[in-house]
């Protein structure tokens, strides 16, 4: 098993520009979540999602969206990307709401 | 919602020494306490976890203990090791998600 993968690694964007982040667990968990991860501030939940087909806001949720369209992928996009959306985002899933979650490696993200 | 307080934010041992992160947490209906470990550039991994129904559980040199009355659990780390040397995460558990203290930055000097 594979566990939680994300996409891309790395990315460089421009003020104003669009990209979308791909989530992907075959674990067949029902929960998904998004953080993202800044020096000093720990992990800030963005959004997750308690199954298919459902969304929910989380701790900073501003800037961002949200699909799961697929038990199995969860995607977070930047419609305008901004200076202040630079930071290593992180995937997780887990079985239940409050049980273990599992981390994907990571995506760094820089907004230029 | 929950709100989980971390203590110290860093923290430097010699090796071999113990070390001891604490945490606090607000909502009493919490019943699920995981404590993560990150390295430098990598993902946070699960360390070892404890549930509201047990007061401590051990892991070759590393320990949780819960106190549920205080609403506080700490981990302790034995022996320590320079490849201990991370960030550490505590977590208290909600409904629908775990809500996260903000790290403690342990350095293990040799």
């Known amino acids: 098993n594979a566990g939680v993968t994300q996409t891309p690694k790395f990315r460089v964007l421009k003020t104003g520009q669009s990209m979308t982040l791909l989530c992907a667990q075959d674990?067949?968990?029902?929960?998904m979540y998004w953080y993202r991860q800044d020096p000093g501030m720990g992990l800030r939940l963005i959004h997750y999602s308690v199954g298919e087909g459902t969304t929910a806001k989380g701790e900073v949720p501003d800037g961002y969206n949200v699909s799961r369209l697929k038990k199995q992928n969860f995607l977070l996009g930047l419609e305008s990307a901004a200076p202040s959306q630079t930071s290593v985002y992180f995937c997780?899933?887990?079985?239940?709401?409050?049980?273990?979650?599992?981390f994907g490696p990571g995506t760094r993200l820089t907004v230029l | 919602g929950e709100n989980v307080e971390q203590h110290p934010s860093t923290l430097s041992v010699q090796e071999g020494d113990s070390a001891v992160i604490k945490c606090t947490y607000s909502d009493s209906a919490s019943n699920y306490f995981p404590w993560y470990k990150q390295e430098l550039g990598k993902r946070p991994q699960l360390i070892i976890d404890i549930r509201s129904n047990v007061g401590e559980k051990k892991d070759q040199r590393i320990a949780v203990t819960l106190n549920k009355t205080a609403k506080h659990f700490s981990l302790h780390i034995t022996e320590t090791q320079p490849e201990d040397s991370a960030v550490y995460f505590c977590a208290a558990s909600g409904s629908y998600q775990l809500t996260f203290g903000k790290g403690t930055k342990l350095s293990v000097i040799p």
């Open positions: 997780a899933s887990s079985v239940d709401g409050g049980d273990t979650q599992y």
């Open positions: 674990m067949n968990h029902e929960y």
